[in-house]
């Protein structure tokens, strides 16, 4: 079951670089996580306390507005999410609601801020995945405001 799980952690581009016996202990540490279609993993504005990562299923970005929840985007396997509360010490900007049965890992505060500590090139590959975040939010919100 452990190296169904490192092989999964392994194809994961912000593992990629981590030793199969730390990929081993970040199994041990975290939670398989299961939910169904419909259900939320956490919701915008409730406080971060773990990371997630998609092992199978899919789930939607939602974000609210004064129209109500806007999908902003949606997770595949292997893409991680909740970071951001974690790193920046914040609420939960968006709630994560599974869109099919899901799959996923769940990596609480403590254990992923020591990874990143102890693995340089994971959070290399987090800001890697920050980054295109903003650039694609950047460009959404450009092609909105041409429309105006």
Do not use: W
Not at 26 to 34: G, H, I, K
Not at 105 to 128: A, C, Q, S
């Amino acid at each position: 079951m452990l190296n169904d799980e490192v092989t999964m952690l392994k194809k994961i581009p912000l593992f990629s670089g981590v030793a199969p016996s730390k990929l081993k202990l970040l199994a041990f540490t975290s939670d398989r996580v299961s939910y169904g279609a419909g259900q939320t993993l956490f919701r915008q504005g409730d406080e971060g306390d773990a990371a997630y990562v998609i092992l199978s299923g899919t789930a939607d970005v939602l974000v609210n507005a004064p129209s109500g929840q806007i999908k902003v985007a949606e997770l595949t396997p292997n893409s991680i999410v909740g970071e951001i509360a974690i790193l920046c010490d914040v609420s939960r900007t968006a709630t994560v609601t599974a869109s099919a049965p899901l799959e996923a890992l769940r990596i609480r505060k403590d254990h992923f801020l020591r990874l990143l500590r102890e693995f340089p090139e994971m959070t290399i590959e987090i800001i890697r995945v920050l980054a295109n975040r903003v650039s694609s939010t950047t460009a959404e919100l450009i092609e909105a405001r041409s429309h105006h």
